[in-house]
């Protein structure tokens, strides 16, 4: 069974850091796309940054740009998001998402495997 399972979220106050992880299962990520995207209460999901499958195209919202940082780890079948510098404004549930092509977009609709999501809130 193909499964995608985030950790890493929970509570930090603003200005602090959080390192998401997606470990993969079934599946070896080598040939597919990552994306993580996020969606706060009331928005629509929000695309924030993508890791190509070979590692050479990084994407990044231009929200997160400069605070965020994606990458994968092939040996542990696992792709990151640290997360730094957070604000309220980053409070949602974060998605890590897997395609099998070599592109990096951060289109959910080009996605077709999921993770069940982990809660980020940034708070005082």
């Known amino acids: 069974q193909l499964q995608l399972v985030e950790s890493g979220g929970g509570m930090v106050q603003p200005g602090g850091s959080l390192r998401l992880s997606c470990a993969a299962s079934?599946?070896?990520?080598?040939?597919?796309?990552i994306g993580w995207f996020r969606q706060a209460p009331g928005k629509e999901r929000e695309g924030i940054s993508c890791?190509?499958?070979?590692?050479?195209?990084?994407n990044y919202a231009q929200s997160v740009k400069g605070r965020f940082t994606i990458s994968r780890d092939k040996a542990k079948n696992t792709a990151y998001l640290q997360m730094n510098s957070l604000q309220p404004e980053d409070t949602a549930i974060y998605y890590c998402?897997?395609?099998?092509?070599?592109?990096?977009?951060?289109?959910?609709?080009?996605?077709?495997?999921w993770g069940q999501g982990t809660q980020v809130t940034v708070s005082s």
């Open positions: 079934g599946f070896t990520l080598d040939t597919y796309t």
């Open positions: 890791i190509s499958s070979s590692g050479g195209a990084i």
């Open positions: 998402a897997a395609a099998q092509f070599s592109l990096c977009v951060m289109w959910a609709s080009e996605y077709e495997h």
